[in-house]
């Protein structure tokens, strides 16, 4: 069993996207185009060195701002992290290049990892959320990495008033075309969320004043941490986020924070086995004392979605609350 369980992760804070709630609208003090937020190869290898890597089940490819398809070198270091048996599993809106791009990442990759496909709807609703992406380039994209027969290939729809109507059409054209799963994600977003039905988000409808005040850490739980791609690391994605933002009011950094929590100057190992994290575990005990940010995440509300996916070749449904604890 390897010792570190996930470190989510993003390749660059470029976006090809402009979906409409999307993080990288709110204010930030940085410019999301900056080199220093985008990983070159060498720098990759720096942070995930081969002792970590050959320590960790899995490299999470998930962007607060960015895509990782948008680094040129994507290809290069998914090759890299595959040399050291690391999983990954890659979320991506899957909106550029083209299918001999696709085959090439398909076939980097293994039976045991994971690429998300993000298909908000199918070819009249997809970009009105997925703005500058076409259904029809991210469907072909996706298709051609199940010809290669190695990931599993997970179709994402996030369900908005506009797309609600379809998505059992949506589910049944996964099943014809192969995708291993397929999930339904019910939005927190203001944008255009849905307004009745079976998908309207339990934030919508729950009277919080019923659920315990208790922070349960969701990131801590899992064992998992957020690393930007500059180096920095933060307990969660949302942490790590806010970070950026133009007004850091919603959770505490230390003024050494860039000094000590920085992957490129200091071992991820060092890192992560910091006092810092018990410290912030026991300070998160106190409900009404803890930050904002913890409060909103993971506090009475553990998470900004539900989530049902669905195997489709065993049709297992696995369901991630927004309630506490699941």
């Given at each position: 069993m390897r010792k570190y369980r996930q470190i989510t992760t993003e390749l660059t804070f470029r976006c090809n996207a402009k979906c409409p709630a999307c993080h990288r609208l709110k204010p930030l003090r940085i410019d999301l185009n900056d080199e220093q937020y985008t990983y070159t190869l060498d720098r990759f290898k720096q942070v995930f060195y081969p002792e970590f890597l050959e320590q960790l089940d899995w490299i999470v490819l998930n962007g607060n701002f960015g895509d990782s398809i948008m680094n040129?070198?994507?290809?290069?270091?998914?090759?890299?992290?595959?040399?050291?048996?690391?999983r990954l599993n890659i979320h991506t809106n899957g909106g550029i290049h083209g299918s001999d791009y696709w085959t090439d990442v398909g076939n980097i990759l293994t039976t045991e990892d994971i690429i998300n496909f993000d298909l908000d709807g199918l070819e009249d609703t997809h970009s009105i959320y997925r703005i500058n992406t076409k259904f029809e380039n991210v469907f072909n994209n996706a298709r051609s990495v199940i010809a290669t027969n190695r990931p599993q290939v997970h179709w994402k729809y996030i369900v908005f008033e506009h797309n609600k109507h379809q998505v059992e059409k949506?589910?049944?054209?996964?099943?014809?075309?192969?995708?291993?799963?397929?999930?339904?994600?019910?939005?927190?977003?203001a944008y255009a969320a849905p307004t009745s039905g079976e998908y309207v988000h339990l934030k919508k409808k729950s009277d919080l004043s019923?659920?315990?005040?208790?922070?349960?850490?969701?990131?801590?739980?899992?064992?998992?941490?957020?690393?930007?791609?500059?180096?920095?690391?933060?307990?969660?994605?949302?942490?790590?986020a806010h970070y950026f933002d133009k007004e850091q009011d919603r959770f505490f950094y230390l003024d050494t924070f860039e000094e000590l929590f920085d992957a490129t100057k200091v071992s991820l190992e060092k890192i992560i086995?910091?006092?810092?994290?018990?410290?912030?575990?026991?300070?998160?005990?106190?409900?009404?004392?803890?930050?904002?940010?913890?409060?909103?995440?993971?506090?009475?509300?553990?998470?900004?979605?539900?989530?049902i996916e669905e195997n489709l070749s065993t049709g297992e449904r696995t369901v991630f609350s927004a309630g506490l604890g699941t």
């Open positions: 040129k070198e994507f290809r290069e270091i998914i090759t890299y992290v595959k040399k050291y048996g690391t949506a589910k049944e054209l996964a099943i014809s075309e192969g995708f291993h799963s397929f999930s339904t994600v019910k939005t927190g977003r019923k659920l315990p005040k208790e922070i349960n850490c969701s990131w801590d739980s899992w064992g998992k941490w957020y690393v930007a791609p500059n180096g920095l690391v933060f307990r969660c994605c949302w942490t790590g086995s910091y006092q810092y994290w018990d410290k912030l575990r026991t300070y998160l005990k106190g409900y009404d004392r803890s930050f904002p940010i913890c409060r909103q995440q993971c506090g009475k509300i553990i998470s900004s979605r539900e989530k």
